[in-house]
């Protein structure tokens, strides 16, 4: 190893053990805080791994984010062959995806497509076997090969037919520069959220629609990444001829992995059966080319480069009065969608009603009429611990409450990100949210009002100022209280059961309910079993009293169980 270039600089060098690639990898840190990545093969691979580097050289100079090739040679007294990339700093992208947004994934998923079509700007030999003679023999042979293994999955009838009747597509094909390997299993995402592609140890040539072959582990992660890809690379939604090369491409490399997959043993065998079962059930047995996880509906439009979703276009720009975004909050059912805002005075948290947001199935008018309702709520409730509205107006179409903005992690489920970092709080820093918590919903009773349509993601924290923020309060109302539509508004895994019963009397014995649901939230991840809950038994004993489905049996008033609860702390 000494003979790679530079090695006399190398501080760090640690192995990486992760991958499918026979090559050894190693990360490198080097005197002048250089990052590396070191790659080393046997030297039988002198002349595959000499052109995939000259390959990543003429990648890299249409300006692709990726790991950048440095220097290439032999070592270990010739018996190997290395390469020298620069590090792409981040978190694979498979694991990040799941802690963003919709609307994130799918831009990045939009990025991602884009980049693809850059790579396929390198065209492929003139010399290059014709892709219908070269394909169709490949697939052949994985078809007789599947034939040979031994090991059946369900549907494969369907899958060989489509390849049978659809060899056709093949015919005049284009072909050039292949990834080959394009999924999110290969990229990075930076802690600036920029996508980077690593791994370029499979790329080849061939027809530019079978580098989506790959798409089945991306679709499987996040189907909005694997759309916009899609969206990104054809710039809009792709053709069906596109769509019906796809499943034909998907189908060939389904056969091929079940035969792949023997050497790795029987859990190989089981991810790729799974994936298989998945794939027929993606493009209906076949019958349908589209596959399901495609969202032909799904919108995004942005503002100042922050992607949010839609049902269709809606002319955002008024929100530039206030301020600039650097936040958007899209994910909410209630018709409202929310903004971050700076300006030079002050930042801003914006709700506003009135575009046609994407989980909203009301109409634009009832959710303005909603919020301007809440106007008097959150006057009314002012409390140290609620959101500060500062004040509310009719803009843009629609209508916007303006709120101090308070800097702070939301529990609720659709935001991953900060939600992890919220229950990864200690105990005694969510025994202190969850005491606020307590003390606000008493005040609010006390104020004659009930709380409907509370759950994780009314409840922030500000780690900075150590203070919990409560938010989001549109629909409490003032007692007395009747259910008169059936199952209410809210998470179900807040509500009581008489939240689900039309005429209903609802009041503050369903909201000690919505207190103790609240405990399992921030204590049992909304468990109610001894084994996830955090706290003592006796803490325990009196939650699951106030949980209960009995009204007679819980305790008759907020302060009554924070009484208890208090208690059954010393």
């Known amino acids: ?31 002048e805080g250089k990052r590396l990545l070191l790659r080393i093969a046997d030297i039988i691979h002198y002349d595959r791994r000499k052109s995939e580097f000259e390959s990543m050289k003429q990648v890299a100079a249409l300006g692709i984010p990726m790991s950048q090739p440095i220097d290439f040679g032999v070592c270990d007294n010739g018996k190997s062959v290395y390469s020298l990339l620069t590090w792409c700093d981040g978190e694979d992208a498979e694991v990040v995806l799941q802690k963003l947004t919709e609307a994130e994934q799918y831009d990045l998923g939009i990025k991602s497509g884009k980049i693809l079509r850059q790579i396929h700007s390198i065209p492929a030999s003139i010399e290059q076997e014709e892709w219908s003679v070269r394909f169709n023999r490949k697939v052949s042979d994985k078809i007789e090969k599947y034939k040979g293994c031994g090991i059946k999955v369900d549907g494969d009838d369907k899958i060989i037919s489509y390849i049978e009747k659809n ?147 809606f002319d955002m720009s008024f929100i530039k009065e206030y301020g600039k975004a650097f936040k958007v909050y899209d994910d909410q059912d209630s ?72 800097d702070g992690e939301c529990m609720g489920r659709q935001y991953p990100r900060s939600r992890e970092k919220f229950l990864q ?69 807040f509500m009581s059961p008489e939240e689900f019963e039309k005429g209903a009397v609802i009041d503050e014995i369903t909201n000690v309910f919505l207190m103790g649901a609240t405990a399992f939230a921030l204590f049992a991840d909304c468990s109610r079993t001894l084994e996830k809950w955090q706290l003592t038994e006796e803490l325990y004993k009196v939650a699951l009293k106030v949980v209960s489905n009995e009204r007679s049996k819980r305790q008759q008033s907020i302060q009554k169980f924070i009484n208890e609860w208090n208690e059954a702390r010393t």
């Open 1 to 31: 190893m000494k003979e790679v270039a530079g090695y006399n600089s190398f501080l760090k060098l640690e192995p990486i053990n992760k991958g499918w690639s026979s090559d050894k990898k190693y990360y490198i840190e080097d005197i």
């Open 167 to 313: 060899r056709h597509l093949l015919a005049n094909r284009p072909q050039c520069f292949h990834h080959g390997d394009y999924h999110v299993g290969n990229m990075i995402i930076s802690p600036d959220n920029k996508l980077l592609i690593i791994d370029f140890n499979r790329l080849d040539f061939g027809d530019p629609w079978e580098e989506f072959n790959r798409i089945v582990w991306t679709a499987a992660v996040s189907p909005h990444f694997a759309t916009g890809q899609l969206n990104g690379y054809f710039g809009g939604r792709p053709p069906i001829e596109f769509f019906k090369l796809l499943a034909f491409y998907i189908a060939s490399n389904t056969l091929s992995s079940i035969y792949w997959s023997i050497p790795f043993g029987e859990d190989e065998i089981t991810t790729m059966k799974k994936q298989t079962k998945d794939i027929l059930s993606w493009f209906d047995n076949m019958n349908n080319p589209v596959p399901t996880w495609y969202l032909k509906d799904f919108y995004i439009q942005y503002i100042d480069n922050i992607p949010y979703k839609l049902k269709a276009p």
């Open 335 to 406: 018709g409202n969608i929310c903004f971050g805002v700076e300006s030079k005075e002050s930042r801003y948290f914006i709700k506003f009603a009135g575009a046609p947001t994407e989980q909203y199935r009301g109409t634009p008018e009832d959710a303005i009429a909603r919020l301007e309702h809440t106007v008097s709520v959150y006057q009314d409730l002012a409390h140290p611990s609620l959101i500060k509205l500062i004040k509310a107006e009719n803009i843009g179409g629609g209508f916007a409450a303006i709120f101090q903005w308070v």
């Open 425 to 493: 709080m200690p105990c005694s820093t969510r025994l202190d949210v969850f005491n606020d918590i307590l003390s606000f919903h008493n005040y609010v009773i006390k104020q004659n009002y009930i709380a409907i349509d509370f759950y994780d993601g009314s409840i922030m924290y500000d780690f900075n100022g150590k203070k919990t923020i409560i938010c989001d309060i549109d629909f409490y109302s003032k007692l007395p209280y009747i259910n008169n539509m059936g199952r209410m508004w809210g998470s179900s895994r």
